[in-house]
């Protein structure tokens, strides 16, 4: 996950970083985000890109490491296995309501390891 590779800075120098990736990494695994897809998707569907690497891909832009999302799919193309113009397809017809369900779902997860 893109996570590890914003988090991989800090592991030596701040403890706390590793607490919090591995939480971060439990909350946002690539089968909670698929299921998450799978669940509340309407009109859209998974035939080759998986949600959870559309989500690694917009992480990698919002966390900084990547500057854009062509840039994100071009160091992955390989792995991903889709043309670009199919990643900006499935952000562009992206579910509000599967966005809504991620952004619930994340925060019902991180109260409950709160409470653990």
Request: hydrophobic letters at 40%; charged letters at 20%.
């Amino acid at each position: 996950m893109v996570l590890s590779q914003v988090f991989e800075r800090f592991v030596h120098s701040s403890p706390v970083s590793v607490v919090v990736r591995g939480l971060l990494e439990k909350i946002l695994s690539e089968q909670k985000l698929d299921e998450l897809f799978e669940r509340n998707s309407k009109t859209q569907y998974t035939r080759e890109l998986l949600f959870s690497t559309v989500v690694e891909m917009m992480s990698s832009v919002t966390c900084g490491i990547r500057p854009s999302i062509h840039a994100a799919y071009q160091a992955r193309t390989s792995e991903i296995g889709v043309s670009v113009t199919s990643v900006y397809n499935k952000l562009n017809a992206m579910e509000s309501n599967v966005s809504t369900q991620l952004v619930r779902e994340t925060c019902h997860l991180k109260e409950k390891m709160a409470l653990a």
